[in-house]
């Protein structure tokens, strides 16, 4: 089945079965590989992406789903590194490992797309669908309201 959408700003067409996962094209059939695979059930946030704008897991999102869609991954989120929430990133040196960092980033970003002033609890809830096993949970909150407040 031959799917169109947009990534990162650009068309694109794939043959894939529709309910192949969008996680698995954009890593084996585009070649994106800063979304990654974590638990592949919608669990721990690793291959967060957005959709529209939205926050989607790409794990649990058929290619399917996004067809005429855009979707966005870490790649697409700057070309060079400079969206505040990845400047508050470096600022605050979350990353210990870095597995899980590209989909934490994408969730803070569309958090503060939607909601440029969130609350500490507001952050907490809305960051509740990752885990990091390193535990950086800490220096996350704070890169976030970082980038809320300068960015």
Known sequence: MAITFNVNGSPVKVEAPAETPLLWILREYLKLP?????CGA??????MVH???????SCQTSVSAVSGRSVTTIEGLSKDSTHPVQQA???????????????????????????AKPSRDEIVEYMSVHICRCGTYPRILSAIQRASQEG
């Open 42 to 47: 919608g669990l721990c946030g690793a291959c």
């Open 89 to 115: 990133w470096l600022a605050e040196q979350v990353p210990q490992c870095g597995y899980c960092q590209s989909g934490h980033i994408m969730s803070a970003a569309a958090l503060l797309a939607h909601n």
């Open 51 to 57: 959709v529209d704008g939205d926050r989607a897991f």
């Open 34 to 38: 800063g979304t990654r695979f974590g």
